[in-house]
């Protein structure tokens, strides 16, 4: 039998401070980078001179490439630890890429690596890690909460992606692709069953329709009763029923057609929809005031909740997509052209009561077109260079006839609604060269210029229907260059060193929440990123390692805080306002490292590791929630961050991945097992208890979730003929109770749970 490695996931990344009266910081993390590199090398090029080691083949740099020769951080899932892993959305991929977390704020899925992430949330704010599915971007941090029933391969790059993935992608860009249409009949059906009557069914079916046209044709369903008890408005210490239940869809079709010898057409038309109300939950559990509904009125426990208005937060996307491929002599040119019709309709009990204090609803909808094109050329002797442009436009806009943002007090009436909406226009062109001046040195030069115009419109009326903010309209602009540069040197066959510049840019936006004035609805200023790396790969017949260190100099940090709504009649409760502004500055830097090892046929193993060291170096103005330890009640103030955790910044995190196949029963069996580890981390409010909380509390920071690690693991047969297969699986088997949300505001602290264990079984089929 042929032996096949599959390391699953590798990670490649390093990195290295810059710069400045940082100096001897920086140094000393080169210092031992280098040392490490150094060390790691010649261990390398003594026990394994050269190797055909299975090749990972990546798209990082829009051309195809192998894994170790690419200068910057990678972390690669392929589809069977995807599989092994029990993958199947975005929420999941902290569980295998070192460095990373995904985590919710309010109904808007945020993605952080090496602590780059967004404070920022609300219809129409784009994310700073970006999100690109078969190529095209997704802006919408709403709908990219979804599973994907048919995911070939995630690939997480780390560090600032400026130059071919520029369009707000100042942490990264995380790139999921869906299997493609194939050329032989080819079908995969699974099911599952687990607990709080979590029902998964997902399908693929794919095959020519003739010599030149192929389809295929994926879909999900899933339907989860939910995992938080809503509690008995009557009696104490009664559970009536689940809080927050999920029911989401999708389904995925795509026609390839061979339209020359040289020319490929795919067409794809793409339907999610998805009512997860996870994080629509808002129960204060700590620091409300005497008025506040006492028990059974209220929940008073993470993993509870209570509500008289039920939650929901709806989203339905309709996109279709048409990628053109050409050969020419020079090399491959490729067309992306997507349109994208969002509708995301919400709402929420934002005191988390029986009784009715504050409630909220909003409609939006969001129209997305894109359009790419980009030039690969192969044709110049030493040289690879990508040349491309791209036009990004994206309107998202209140539904008036549904009410817009509309904001119902402790009546039950209305008291105000807002009705905005935004529109972005982004032009851009790139280029990125590689040149090699040996054959085993090479050279990387890159840059991408960005010019966004952006507007926005509101008005804002209160109960009687008048205007409290007249109908007002606002442009911006705004624009950057974004280089990078690198240099790699290859010690050994397979085996490399680099070290890598590069800047990052995450656009202005303007705040679609209700303000008091025109003079209010300013933007903010867009964020910028420096990033410095080096790093250490090798990829050997039965061994992969990667090892990196990197410095981030990080300006004008995109942040939001909630401060009393301006316009909330006298005597009513109204829902806080987001309110955005900037940080002055951060810094960040740690080491990053993981290992794919198959030690003999059919174990493999991987494991990874994140130092990180993530810190306001220069924010004395923040807005945060304090505690006033007189009262006991929760205080908007002024803090000074300075010195402080950046949020989703764990100082340490890990995971270990084995899984391991055997023939059993004249079949196959596969038993999978994944371990992460987070240490103590501010989950997404870097709020400080403040002066009047004492001060032995002062500085500290309120909203932290203490470390905790997860446990998960798979048991699956497959039968002799290699198309169905049984299994078992449980997720979060210590049943570790720990916050997806954590934060606070005049009602109180409030925080959604993760989800706890779940036990469930599976049946598949393959064709």
Sequence with gaps: ????????????????????????????????????????????????????????????????????????????????????????GLHDIGRVAAGVQVNFAGAFTQP????????TNGNGIENNVAIYVDGFYEPSPVTINIDLANLASIEVLKGPQGTLYGRNATGGAILMNTLAPSATMTAKFDLSYASFEDKRVSGYVAGPLSDKIRFSVAGSYRDREGYLELVDPNV?????????????????????????????????????????????????????????????????????????????????????????ELETGIGTLTSYTGYTAREDRSRFDFDGTYNQLISFTSAFDQNTFQQAVDLVIKAVDRLDLVVGAAYFNDDVHAVPELGGSSNFGSTGGLTSRTVSGTTTKSYSAYADATYALTDA?????????????????????????????????????FSAFTPRASIRYELAPRTNIYASWSKGFRSGSFNLGSVATPDLLRPIRPEKLTAYEVGFKTAQNDFRFDIAAFYYDYT???????????????????????????????????????????????????????????????????????LNILTGLNTSQGQNWSGQQMARAPNFSGNLNVDYSFPFISGEMQLGGNVTYTDSYVVNNASLYGPLAGSALANK???????????????????????????????????????????????????????????????????
Excluded at 278 to 294: C, F, I, M, N
Excluded at 300 to 318: E, F, I, M
Excluded at 450 to 464: E, R, S
Excluded at 574 to 600: L, M, R, S, W
Aim: charged share 15%; with cysteine; glycine share 10%.
């Design 556 to 626: 004008d940090i995109n942040v939001s805080v909630t401060v009393p709504a301006p316009l909330c009649p006298v005597g009513q409760t109204c829902v806080p306002i987001p309110q955005f502004g900037n940080a002055p500055a951060a810094e960040i830097y740690g080491v990053d490292a993981q290992f794919g090892f198959t030690p003999f046929e059919g174990l493999n193993i991987q494991a990874g590791g994140a130092w990180l060291h993530a810190r306001y170096t220069d924010f004395p103005n923040a807005t945060g929630n304090g």
């Design 1 to 88: 039998m042929k032996k096949v490695h599959d390391f699953g996931l590798v990670d490649s990344a390093i990195s290295s401070p810059a710069s400045g009266g940082r100096a001897l910081k920086k140094g000393l993390l080169l210092g031992a980078a280098i040392a490490g590199v150094i060390v790691a090398s010649q261990a390398s090029a003594q026990t394994r001179p050269s190797s055909d080691g299975q090749d990972i083949v990546v798209t990082a740099q829009r051309r195809a490439q192998r894994l170790e020769e690419i200068p910057m951080a990678v972390t690669v899932v392929s589809a069977r630890a995807i599989e092994s892993a029990n993958i199947t």
């Design 701 to 767: 920071q309120r909203y932290r979730q203490g470390a905790y690690a997860l446990l998960n693991a798979s048991v699956t047969w497959t039968d002799p003929s290699g198309h169905l297969s049984l299994g078992m699986f449980g997720r979060n088997i210590t049943d570790q109770r720990y916050r997806s949300t954590y934060s606070g505001s005049g009602l109180g602290d409030y925080s959604g749970m993760a989800s706890p264990r779940s036990l469930g079984v599976k049946i598949g089929y393959k064709y």
């Design 236 to 324: 104490v210490g009664k559970v009536i029923g689940r809080g927050n239940p999920l029911k989401q869809g999708t389904v995925r079709t795509k026609l390839e057609v061979d339209l020359a010898e040289n020319f490929q057409a795919t067409l794809a038309y793409n339907y999610m929809y998805s009512n997860d109300t996870g994080g629509h939950v808002y129960t204060p559990y700590q620091y409300t005031s005497g008025t506040y509904p006492a028990p059974p009125r209220r929940a008073t426990r993470l993993g509870q909740v209570s509500y008289n208005v039920a939650p929901k937060l709806a989203n339905a996307a309709h996109q279709g997509t048409l990628k053109l």
């Design 112 to 119: 952080a690596i090496r602590g780059v992430t967004t404070l």
């Design 441 to 477: 040195l090479s050279i990387n030069l890159g840059g991408r210029y960005t010019h966004d115009d952006k507007d926005v419109d509101m008005y804002v009326t209160n109960a009687a229907g008048n205007f409290t903010l007249a109908p007002t309209h606002k442009e911006a602009t």
